[in-house]
């Protein structure tokens, strides 16, 4: 049982690495500049990983038949996609990804663009990438999948706290902002000489988060900002 569960923890860090690296090779191309994709700091999307167990622990019975496959893959990932978006927005108040402007959204959420990707995605997981990863992960020592696991997933547990507490300080200080011209340049100033760098990586991997977590005192920043130069 606990052998079991180790190979999906490393599954799980496997899918959220190679989530991340496609999604920064996807931005990294289309912006001709690197872009450390993700909401965390180290290189995994944990969406991915999330997405893949709960693709593999709910359709494991269900693997004869790859039409239930696709349908149920497209209806777990689009239903965890819009969660994740919904309850990211109600903590930190930042909309993390929106697809309001193509065809087909829910509430720009999710979309029929990204869905149909993700049912064709459950099904190379089920029939080729599980079987693949999972040979080689059953040929590794009990004692190096046990190392493995461990490691990562505390240092996955630090990087959620660290992540965490970077949007929530970020939070607290657009309340703190007062309309000093002063106050709001020199904020605007550390962040310029990277005080706050793990910031600046959040804003490159998601533009729209500092209008949205800093809700409008971004743009009276740089106004301000503007004013003094």
């Given amino acids: 049982m606990i052998t079991e569960i180790e190979n999906y923890i490393v599954l799980f860090f496997i899918y959220s690495f190679l989530g991340w690296l496609m999604e920064t090779v996807g931005d990294t191309i289309r912006k001709k500049r690197f872009v450390n994709r993700g909401f965390l700091i180290g290189p995994y999307c944990p969406i991915y990983g999330a997405g893949v167990l709960l693709i593999t622990l709910l359709l494991r019975k ?17 239903t965890l996609e819009y969660m994740t978006s919904y309850v990211m927005e109600k903590i930190f108040k930042a909309r993390w990804w929106d697809y309001s402007e193509r065809r087909f959204n829910i509430n720009g959420r999710i ?94 991997a998601f533009p729209r988060i500092k209008e949205n977590v800093l809700y409008n005192k971004w743009e009276e920043m740089k106004t301000k900002l503007r004013k003094i130069i």
């Fill in 62 to 78: 269900y693997k004869e038949d790859i039409f239930i496959t696709f349908f149920m893959s497209l209806l777990i990932c689009g």
């Fill in 111 to 204: 979309c029929l663009e990204t869905l149909i990707p993700f049912g064709i995605a459950g099904m190379f997981i089920i029939y080729i990438a599980n079987p693949f990863f999972l040979k080689y992960i059953n040929l590794l020592p009990d004692i190096a999948v046990h190392i493995f696991s461990v490691v990562f997933l505390t240092l996955y547990i630090i990087d959620m706290i660290v992540s965490l507490r970077i949007i929530l300080n970020l939070k607290q200080m657009s309340r703190e902002l007062k309309d000093n011209t002063i106050e709001i340049s020199d904020k605007v100033r550390d962040i310029i000489k990277s005080k706050y760098r793990l910031y600046r990586r959040l804003v490159n």
